[in-house]
């Protein structure tokens, strides 16, 4: 679920940067702060979209610098357990299919992608349904069931699990010709 919030920070504007407009030096302090921030409140911030700056700062004792107090609003995207989304099949593997759904990319394990036994077909890159003859390959568009997410450490990318085991859910061909 995408999200716009409104945030409020202290920034420190760097002497070196005092020739610059004060807008722009906080607002490209919030982007190397904030932008691609995993937090378990905000969710993945995607970017700062606009900053109101305090004119009047302060300098703390003991730093030539001066401290701004800034509103901004960013957008961020929060995977929710139980969402349904629908995205793009990034990769196709033995193991299952990676979606993208926003700005990531969430796992669906061969054994949640359908009702029917599902086996990978090695030769044309592609998981296919044993009874059905249906598959799915890279490019095809999905709707899945967001089962699990672990936002994880910063250095790592964020972990989201998914099924496609429910009604309604699946490759959006096969959906459709059943409605």
């Known amino acids: 679920m995408f999200r716009v919030l409104k945030l409020r920070d202290v920034v420190r504007v760097d002497p070196a940067k005092m020739d610059m407009p004060l807008e722009e030096v906080v607002f490209e302090?919030?982007?190397?702060?904030?932008?691609g921030l995993k937090d378990k409140?905000?969710?993945?911030?995607i970017a700062v979209i606009d900053v109101?700056?305090?004119?009047?700062?302060?300098?703390?004792?003991?730093?030539?610098?001066?401290?701004?107090?800034?509103?901004?609003?960013?957008?961020?995207y929060v995977p929710i357990v139980n969402e349904v989304v629908e995205g793009v099949v990034e990769t196709v593997g033995r193991s299952g299919v990676t979606v993208s759904i926003g700005p990531i990319e969430g796992f669906v394990h061969i054994q949640q992608i359908a009702?029917?036994?599902t086996t990978y077909d090695?030769?044309?890159?592609?998981?296919?349904?044993?009874n059905t003859k249906?598959?799915?390959a890279q490019g095809d568009?999905?709707?899945?069931?967001?089962?699990?997410?672990?936002?994880?450490?910063?250095?790592?990318?964020?972990?989201?699990?998914?099924?496609?085991?429910?009604?309604?859910?699946?490759?959006l061909d096969w959906i459709f010709k059943k409605s």
């Open 29 to 35: 302090a919030l982007r190397k702060k904030y932008e």
């Open 41 to 45: 409140t905000l969710g993945i911030v």
């Open 52 to 76: 109101n700056v305090n004119p009047m700062g302060y300098i703390p004792v003991g730093d030539g610098a001066p401290y701004h107090v800034t509103e901004f609003t960013v957008l961020t």
């Open 115 to 117: 009702d029917d036994e």
């Open 122 to 130: 090695i030769a044309r890159n592609v998981i296919v349904c044993r």
């Open 134 to 136: 249906r598959f799915i």
């Open 141 to 171: 568009r999905v709707r899945a069931r967001i089962t699990s997410v672990s936002l994880g450490a910063s250095g790592r990318p964020p972990r989201v699990s998914m099924t496609m085991r429910q009604p309604y859910l699946g490759k």
